[in-house]
């Protein structure tokens, strides 16, 4: 049976030109300064920050409104242990067998290699899930449009929020990541998306020497 789509009134905070300016401003400067950050420092994270961050996340827009994803915020050390063996694993053959020599080069400006440590230095790993397909209260499979879209949004707005509450992060996609929905003990429907080390950086932590493409190589003004 369809639904009849009920509408309320938009919530929305207009402002004026200068504050406008000034937010987006401030945005852009603050965020600007993100970067993957693979060297952590094991002081705790207060738990609400990641919280936060993740109803940040669930605000995101997504298709038909399905909000096709689940995150696993892991700071048990144990987990995180399983977690990186696993994900080293995978790297190793990866690193030596998988990865086209232009991959291989791709990569080199960024030093990195199949070792993990940030997985288990972390105070926290926050692994995204995508539901590939919704499960309905009788079992019956529900199809999902748009979810890889759709959870790429929410981790974005992921990003963000935990850059904006001062939390460093890393962004990584070992492949295969399997190992991930069974060590976290997630349903058959969900996929590993992304797992992202939260935290504070070491104190001596360095990031790649690298820059981003300027306004005008990436705007097309029509």
């Not at 020599?101 to 440590?117: F, H, Y």
């Not at 399997?178 to 935290?199: C, D, M, T």
């Not at 950086?201 to 300027?214: E, G, L, T």
Request: net charge neutral.
């Amino acid at each position: 049976m369809s639904q009849t789509a009920v509408f309320q009134a938009l919530e929305f905070e207009w402002l004026d030109e200068t504050e406008q300016l000034r937010r987006s401003r401030e945005f852009v400067e603050r965020i600007s300064k993100r970067r993957s950050v693979r060297d952590f420092s094991t002081r705790p994270v207060p738990m609400e920050l990641i919280e936060n961050a993740i109803r940040a996340a669930g605000s995101a827009p997504s298709g038909a409104n399905q909000q096709p994803w689940t995150f696993v915020a892991v700071s048990d050390p144990a987990l995180k242990k399983q977690m990186r063996a696993a994900a080293e694993a995978e790297e190793k053959e990866s690193y030596a067998r998988r990865m086209s020599q232009e991959w291989l080069d791709a990569l080199a400006p960024l030093g990195t290699d199949w070792r993990k440590p940030h997985i288990e230095d972390a105070p926290c790993v926050i692994v995204a899930f995508r539901q590939a397909y919704g499960i309905a209260a009788d079992g019956q499979r529900i199809k999902h449009y748009y979810s890889e879209e759709s959870v790429g949004i929410a981790v974005g707005l992921l990003l963000a929020a935990l850059h904006w509450s001062g939390l460093a992060t890393l962004t990584h996609t070992p492949s295969p990541m399997k190992f991930l929905a069974e060590i976290l003990e997630r349903p058959a429907n969900e996929r590993a998306y992304v797992l992202i080390p939260v935290g504070y950086p070491a104190d001596d932590a360095q990031a790649p020497a690298i820059s981003k493409k300027r306004l005008d190589d990436i705007l097309l003004r029509r």
